[in-house]
Structure formats: C-alpha cells, structure tokens
C-alpha cells in the first residue's frame, strides 16, 4: 500500500512559479515511476509530467514542456512539479499517482495510487 500527499498548491498571478511536492508512504517508492496528472472543472483528467524509477528519463505534456520541470528524491521518497511562467489555462487540481514499474507512460488508468489533490489557481 502506497499513501501519498500532494502539498504546494495555492493561488498564483499569470507568469508566475509553484512547486508542487508529493510525499510517498510505503516501500514501493523507489521501485516506482510516478506522475502528475491535473484536472479542471468540466474536464477529463489529463497527464501533465512523468518520471522513471531512477529519474533518468522524464516526460512532459506538450502544453507544459520549457514551463514545468519534475524531479524526484527517493531518499526522501518525494516528487516536485516546479511550475514556472503559468496560464490561467493551468489552473485545475493537481495529482500525483505511482505506477509501480520503472517506466511511466501518460494514461492515468495504468497508475495503481493516487494523492488526494492540490488545487492550483492561477488568476490572469
């Protein structure tokens, strides 16, 4: 079982930063890719950024690539999401989820735990 906690999200003017952190519970972690996935109102869920088990390889959507950046530390079993230059358009909560292989892939349905949720607003 894998717990995880989803902490950064808030309310942000166009252009600026955030970052998003995610803790993980659970031994799993650093066996795991992990993801981050956002949903706004009226909206299917829909991948944002991806990384591998060892955090060689990331992966981001086309509408965030150049903004955002994610990263992990599995010594402290935690993935970021460093939000910069943000759109109103990004506005939605925010998800981390955890698949419990090395590699990633953009389909929430192939991820095994989900986080709880950070809302991120940003105001133009």
């Known amino acids: 079982q894998v717990q995880l906690v989803e902490s950064g999200g808030g309310l942000v003017q166009t252009g600026g930063s955030l970052r998003l952190s995610c803790a993980a519970s659970?031994?799993?972690?650093?066996?795991?890719?992990m993801g981050w996935f956002r949903q706004a109102p009226g909206k299917e869920r829909e991948f944002v950024a991806a990384?591998?088990?060892?955090?060689?390889?990331?992966y981001y959507a086309d509408s965030v690539k150049g903004r955002f950046t994610i990263s992990r530390d599995n010594a402290k079993t935690t993935v970021y999401l460093q939000m910069n230059g943000l759109k109103p358009e990004d506005t939605a909560v925010y998800y981390c989820?955890?698949?419990?292989?090395?590699?990633?892939?953009?389909?929430?349905?192939?991820?095994?735990?989900w986080g709880q949720g950070t809302q991120v607003t940003v105001s133009s």
């Open positions: 989820a955890v698949r419990s292989v090395k590699l990633p892939t953009t389909t929430p349905a192939s991820y095994d735990y």
């Open positions: 659970g031994r799993t972690f650093n066996s795991a890719a």
């Open positions: 990384i591998s088990r060892g955090g060689s390889s990331t």
